[in-house]
């Protein structure tokens, strides 16, 4: 069963930059870590869960219209790992942020990790 672990969270002030990662681990050798579509959710305090951030398999990202050009999505096969560069960081950007993984033969999220807290204030 995969399983997917957040780190990088904290507190940071408006303007300033965190980089979040997400191990991944649990794979079968079938189905590596490559072979998953991963993605950045985000939810904030009262509200639903937001996409963030995808990257495909390739390599190719997409990003929500309110985090592109400040937050940067990248992963490291070789190690099992996912990375959301953010900067820029805006007050509304305070949310528990979370990593989903689909393979690329499903068509649902079938792991999401257990978030890491982001909090963004003067």
């Known amino acids: 069963q995969v399983r997917l672990v957040e780190s990088g969270g904290g507190s940071v002030q408006p303007g300033g930059s965190l980089r979040l990662s997400c191990a991944a681990s649990g794979f079968n050798v079938s189905e590596p870590f490559s072979e998953y579509e991963m993605r950045w959710a985000r939810q904030a305090p009262g509200k639903g869960l937001e996409w963030v951030s995808d990257?495909?398999?390739?390599?190719?990202?997409s990003y929500a219209d309110f985090v592109k050009g400040r937050f940067t999505t990248s992963r490291e096969n070789a190690k099992n790992l996912l990375h959301l560069q953010m900067s820029s960081l805006k007050p509304e950007d305070t949310a528990v942020y979370y990593c989903?993984?689909?393979?690329?033969?499903?068509?649902?999220?079938?792991?999401r990790g257990q978030g890491t807290q982001v909090t963004v204030s003067a």
């Open positions: 990257i495909s398999t390739g390599g190719l990202t």
């Open positions: 989903l993984a689909s393979h690329q033969y499903e068509d649902r999220w079938s792991a």
